[in-house]
Structures are given as C-alpha cells and as structure tokens.
C-alpha cells in the first residue's frame, strides 16, 4: 500500500431551510442562509479513497467505478487544487520533516451506497467525502468550519455534510467568500430521535438541473428578493432556537413552510420550474391530514411527523402509496407481520388523497439523524495496491 | 307579462393579474388590484331574468332551474337589499312619477350555457347578471362603474364583468369600499383580435375552495405581502400600458409571469394551496416551449401564444391533449377535416411533455375578447307568465 492515502466516508444533507440561488455562481456564494438535518451514514453515505503517490501521471476520479474527466477550472479541479493548497501552506510550509505530497497527482476513488435513481443529491455528500479524505490523506490541521470552505466550492449544499447534526450554512457577506461557511448548530446527541422517511417519487420527466433553475429564479421572481432579505433570516434565528429546545413542533412548522416557499419561488420563475407532481403533492396533503389531526387538543395539540409515532406515519404512507417490496426496517419498528394496513387515526379525512398506484413512491428509507464524515480503515479503501478503483459492489 | 321585468346576460372574465386576498371579507375588498379580459358571451355567458311584483310574496331565486335559498345577511341578499336601495333613492325619490317597486319583492332566473364541470367560475357571471338584470329592472341611472361596486358584494371577481374588454378592478384603499369597482382600460373594439382557448382540466379531488383558501393565504404567506405592496402594481401599470400598445408580447409576458405569482403564494400558504396538476403543468410546459421558439430571432423574437397562430396553437394542444369529442371551431379556422395532426414547429421539443391520456384535458373551449352586460328582449326571458322559471335547456 501507498504510505499516503485515505478513506472516508460523508452524509447526506437535508435541507430544512432551503439553499436556492448564488449571488457568486464560481465560488458558490448562496443569497441566503440554509440549514439542515445531517442523515445517519449508516444508512446514507458517499464513501472515498485518496491517495497522493509519485507514481501517479495526472489527477484521476473514478464515480461508482467510472472514470469521470477532471475538467480544468472546474469544481472537481478547484476542490483539489484547494487542497493542495492548504497541505503546502499549512504543513510543508510549517513543517519542513512532512512529507511533500502536495506536488504528486492524486487518484480518487467515490462511491454513493445509495442509487442515483434514488432522487437524492449525491453532489453534496460526494463533495463532502473528497474534501474529508483529502482533508485527512493530507493531514490538514483543520476544523470542519475551514473544510466546508472548499466543499462549497464543489456543490454548495456540500460544506454542511462536514459536520452532524443540524447544521447552519451562513450566507455570509465578503466578496471572498471566508465568511460563507457552515457551522454546526447542536450534534446529533442533542437531538438523537429526530428520524426522516424519505419517500423516493418516481417522476419520467427530467426536471430542471438546481443549478440553471436557481439562477433562473434569481434573475426573474419578484419573490426571491423578499425571501432572501426578510424570510430566511428569521426563520434561521427561530428554526435555531426550536432546535436548541427540541422544540418539534415548532421545527416542523418551519420546515414545511419554507420546503412550499421553496417550491412557491421555483414556480415564480420564468419560465416556471416544477419539482412537484401529483405524487409529491399528495404526500403533502397525507402529512398535512395527519398533523391537522395530530393538532387537535385532545391529540395533544402538536405536529408529529416525522418526529413520534414513526410506525403510525408509515403505516399511513405505505398504505397511501402502496410499495412493490417489503419495507426495509432498520430500526425493527415493525415485527415479523411487517407494515399493517395503516390503521386510520380518529377523524382523519381519508380522501385528502387517493391511493396511488404501486411504483408512484418508488422507495421509502428510514433513517435517522447522524454524525459528520468518519475516516474509515484501509480495509475500507476503494483504491487496490496499483491506484486503480477496486470492485465496489458490496461497499 | 308583468310591467316590471328584465333579462340581461353578462360575461365571464379571465383574470391576467390576479384577485387573491380580502382586506375586508364582508364587503369584499381585495388586497391588491387586478385586471382581467372579459370573454365572449356568443360563447360564454350567464343570462338573469329580474322580476317585481306587488303578488310575489318574498325574494326568490332560482340557479339552472333549481331554487336557492336567499340566505339573510349573505351575499345574494345584499347585493338584491343594495339595488333596490339605489331604486328609491335615485329613481323614486328623484322623479314621484316612477312607479314604487323597490318594496315588491323579487323573483329571479339565472342560467349558465356552460356546464358547472367546465371548472369555470360561474358567481362572476352570475353576479354580474344579477346586478345588470337588477338595474335594468329598476332602470337605474348609473354607469357600469357604480354597479360594480354592487356586483363586488356577491363575488369579488363579478365587478370585472360588468364591462366589455379590458377591465382593471382597483383595489382602492377607503374602508367603506367606494373606490373599490371596475373601470374599462380598452374596449373589445380597441385590439379585438385576442383569443382564448380554455383547457378544461380533469381533476377528481376538490380544490380549496378559493374563498377560504385566500384568506389562509393572506394569514400565512410571508411572501404575499410582497406581492400585494411591490409586485401588482407596478404590473398593473406594465399590463394596462402593454394593453394600450396591443403589444402582445409584453402583455403574455406579465399575465403568465402573473399566474405563476398566484401559484406560488397559494402554494407559499400553511398548509399549501394546489391548483395546479400534472396535467395543468404540462399545458403550461407545452405553450412555454412554444413560446421559446417563437422568441427565436429567426421567428420573430415575440411571444405568440394565444394571439395569433390560433389553429398551430390549437393543433398542438390537440396533439399533447388529445380530445374525446371532436374539437369545437367556432371560428371556423380548420376546415371539414378538421383539427390537424399537430405539426410540429421547427426546434420544438418535443419532449417537454408526454401525450396525456384522452380526457386529462375534457374540454376544450375557443373563443375570444367580448363585450359587457347585453339586455335581451322578453322572448329571452328566463320567468314564466306565472313568475316562475321556464325550462331553460336551450337557453
């Protein structure tokens, strides 16, 4: 093995406070703050291989086991030369016995444990886990808040994969960009029984990419603006706080709100931009049914999904939204009967949606909220002796 | 016959900047001004037959044959107190001569030609045949503007339909409602060349009801606010100019750039608003695809839908929406074979939308820019010799 190299792997985000237009589209500035839940790896992760060796011709990428072209100037490229960067000025500059690795090409080897037809960005774990397994095959001496930095640079939403729990991005002012930053706002221990079902929808059309989309957004709705300067900032000063409480009840008002004022200035652009369907929009209506009942005084009069009760929410959804396989039940909820029938709660309008057809909620994953990236063993390396991607079925 | 009669039709408007939101919901003051084009009667049109006599022995009513109540204190019931208040006092307390029917009670007929189904909203219509019905029966001296402000009472969009054309409601800002009515910004004589062609959209679950749905927005949305203070009416002055010009392409540009607003505040609300399907998205995706290839300098760099080019835009809409029954052409663009294969336009993607199922769309109506309130003749009347409603299936 190559005395420098190093594996890790990094969660997905995500957000409660959404990310949705750049007002420096190459360093990746965002026009408002964002904030996110970070998913548990055990069930969702990007895991990568870095290893700088002497031997190596030019920097290589390979994704899922498919060598991916480094493009000049590009964010994979900016990552990497970032990286390099910080490993020279920070350790050999520093340290005159540290090895001089910042000058050898690397090869770097990502894999997603998650299909890409699963709907969810891979672009922010996969960036996140590059500037970890950089961050660590060079030894940087850096906290996260200075990783995310550069993982911004790759995909915006990124930098807040660096760390666990619920995670603040900070928009941030200066025209460099080295006070856009995340920044965690409580672990994952504070808040340990915050869980996610996420519900996979399946949709033929290719919808607008989210980078021309909120650039579109920025350049012609009326209501980002307000949004931008008077929405979000209280909404992260409040979704802070009702973190800081454990306050759910209060957390899930405002992720929903601001999840539909997401999607409302996505459809105040022009031409409009649709990331909803009738699928995506029933499950809303199921959730809403839900919590309305939930809501009432002698129901305890607060929101529950996705927090309490999970078996109750998937049961409901299941039903709703019938699945070709058997629900994958991480967290053993369910006995050897699996899901039920999704027993209807006293008073809860069953015709605020129709059931759906099997194959419209394509997927359904349970997970949880987690930690920040993990430096994994060299057991767990996606690189074999000779620098080339191992097979990477079963990681 | 009875001395004291009237039959009047009036229109259906469509709004381009649009209603949504009461400062006051009792006399029904909007938060922010729209404008709408009124539509042809030839094709869409409610007729009202208003009756006073001394033998009628309280105020009734009759809906497509059926009888409604007249609810004490609602809308129907001061629209009707209203307009016999403006009898007295502007006829029979000016000229002692007039006979003294504003204490006879009322019997009224009202009839829609287009089906409940067709998804369009019949209380403008209706209300605004009401009111022109009622003035003509009390054959009061007031201009359309005054009487909008009684049509505003039953349901807020009918103030529009008591003109012809091109109709803004001005929101106006006095707490009793006085410069809260209609005013014409063009006739249908000044650009009469616009067309509509109405996709009536299948949709098994109920919408909200837009009375209560636009005060939830008004109650929730963060971003309707903006929109009422920033946004309308800086596009009702951009609108009414484009109008005044005939200058289509800015005025599709706004009115598209408008309805979009709408759904997104309605979806911006808590919980969120959707009036919008699968099906409606893909109208929407079709004619903005249309419209990007009309905008190419080579083919005239203008927004072209639904202006000119009628049977290409019809053709089209055929094709991604094909129809059950054979299509409607009232203005006799295609020929005996009828609706055309939908040619393709040179660039069109035609990918932007998958052929919808027969009957997501279920009907198709063409027709165009029309005039205000028409009184019609006895042979029309909707009041038998008795005071009670004919039968009306050919009306």
């Not at 594996?7 to 026009?31: E, M």
């Not at 016995?97 to 910042?102: Q, R």
């Not at 397994?133 to 990124?158: H, V």
């Not at 109750?312 to 039940?329: C, G, R, S, T």
């Amino acid at each position: 093995m190559s005395l420098h190299t190093a594996t890790t792997s990094a969660p997905v985000n995500i957000a409660c406070i959404k990310y949705w237009g750049k007002r420096d589209t190459k360093l990746i500035l965002p026009t408002n703050s964002s904030l996110s839940v970070t998913l548990d790896q055990d069930h969702l992760r990007s895991t990568t291989t870095s290893r700088a060796d002497p031997s190596f011709e030019k920097d290589r990428l390979w994704l899922n086991g498919i060598e991916e072209e480094i493009q000049a100037g590009g964010r994979m490229a900016t990552c990497i030369a970032e990286m390099k960067r910080l490993r020279k000025e920070l350790v050999e500059e520093v340290d005159a016995s540290a090895p001089k690795i910042s000058g050898y090409f690397v090869h770097i080897a990502s894999h997603n444990n998650f299909p890409t037809a699963a709907g969810l960005a891979s672009s922010a774990s996969g960036f996140a886990a590059l500037t970890a397994s950089l961050a660590a095959l060079y030894a940087l001496p850096c906290p996260p808040t200075t990783l995310s930095l550069i993982a911004r640079q790759g995909s915006g939403s990124a930098c807040r994969s660096l760390m666990g729990g619920f995670v603040a991005w900070n928009a941030g002012t200066d025209a460099s960009g080295l006070d856009s930053h995340a920044v965690q706002i409580a672990p994952e221990s504070h808040w340990p029984d915050i869980h996610a079902l996420i519900c996979v929808v399946s949709d033929a059309k290719k919808g607008t990419s989210s980078t021309s989309g909120m650039q579109r957004t920025v350049e012609t709705s009326p209501l980002l603006q307000h949004r931008i300067k008077h929405v979000v900032p209280q909404r992260m000063t409040d979704i802070s706080a009702a973190i800081l409480a454990r306050d759910f009840d209060r957390f899930a008002e405002i992720t929903m709100a601001d999840s539909n004022q997401f999607h409302a200035v996505a459809l105040d652009t022009s031409p409009p931009i649709f990331y909803m369907n009738d699928v995506s929009r029933a499950i809303v209506a199921v959730i809403e049914e839900y919590n309305r009942i939930a809501l009432l005084p002698e129901n305890g009069g607060k929101r529950k999904a996705a927090y309490t009760q999970h078996q109750e929410i998937i049961n409901l959804i299941v039903h709703y939204f019938p699945q070709q396989d058997a629900f994958k039940d991480p967290f053993a909820l369910f006995g050897t009967a699996g899901v039920g029938s999704g027993a209807v709660l006293a008073g809860f309008n069953v015709n605020v949606a129709k059931v759906a057809e099997v194959g419209a909620v394509k997927g359904l994953i349970h997970t949880r909220v987690g930690d920040g990236p993990r430096t994994l063993t060299e057991e767990e390396s996606l690189l074999g002796t000779n620098g080339l991607p191992l097979k990477m079925a079963q990681k």
